[in-house]
């Protein structure tokens, strides 16, 4: 198992800035010697919902207790990168910030996935009653990997201790036809009989590996 940095970013306030912070950025993970793996940090494929064509990171750590270390005691990180010029990272941007722990190699290169930051429900017990079993029989029936559908083990930033999803699927194509299919938004999605905004706001986006 590894940790996982999984980050959505919401806004940038100060562009300028955060561009040099990236720049920061790229000298803390070379100098970390493999430490911090950006196995994925770009724009996503596909939006929806809520989901914002915004920079979306995937930073990989050999654990769990590394991933969350470098982001909430590692002044390389604060000082370094995110506080260089002196100011809180929420003055520059808003990102949903969660680290989880997932298996290692779940990432394949040409595989799509499905990236879901739940930010709020509004109607749980209908997501939990009437969406949620209907979601697992659309697992059960082979449509994608499961690899994480719980709250993070810790959210900082905007991040929400909410469920963050992560789904395989063959290719990126496969990925963006399974959320445009009737399969999924009218048996799962639609099977408590009321839009899915009205049970949960989620940051759904796709990206490649």
């Known amino acids: ?3 996982y940095w999984v980050v959505a970013v919401q806004d940038v306030i ?11 950025w790229g000298n803390y993970v070379e100098q970390s010697n493999g430490v911090v793996n950006p196995i994925s940090f770009g724009p996503p494929k596909a939006v929806y919902e809520s989901g914002i064509e915004k920079t979306t990171a995937v930073i990989e750590f050999p ?19 995110i506080e260089a010029d002196g100011t809180p990272v929420e003055n520059k941007v808003i990102r949903d910030f969660r680290i989880i722990e997932v298996e290692d190699g779940w990432m394949k290169p040409g595989h799509g996935y499905w990236l879901v930051w739940v930010r709020e429900f509004k109607d749980k017990d209908s997501w939990l009653e009437k969406v949620m079993p209907a979601w697992q029989e659309y697992v059960a029936s082979g ?16 991040g929400r201790m909410l469920p963050f999803a992560l789904c395989e699927f063959p290719s990126l194509q496969d990925a963006i036809n399974a959320r445009n299919s009737d399969e999924y938004n009218k048996d799962v999605l639609g099977a408590a009989g009321k839009p899915v905004e009205e049970m949960a706001i ?3 986006r796709i990206i490649e590996g």
């Open 63 to 81: 654990s769990l207790d590394q991933a969350v270390h470098a982001r909430t005691e590692d002044p390389d990180y604060y000082q370094g990168v």
């Open 143 to 158: 449509a994608c990997k499961v690899h994480h559908l719980k709250p993070p083990h810790m959210a900082v930033e905007d």
């Open 1 to 3: 198992m590894k940790g």
């Open 14 to 24: 100060k562009p300028d800035t955060w561009e040099q912070v990236l720049s920061s």
């Open 202 to 204: 989620r940051d759904f």
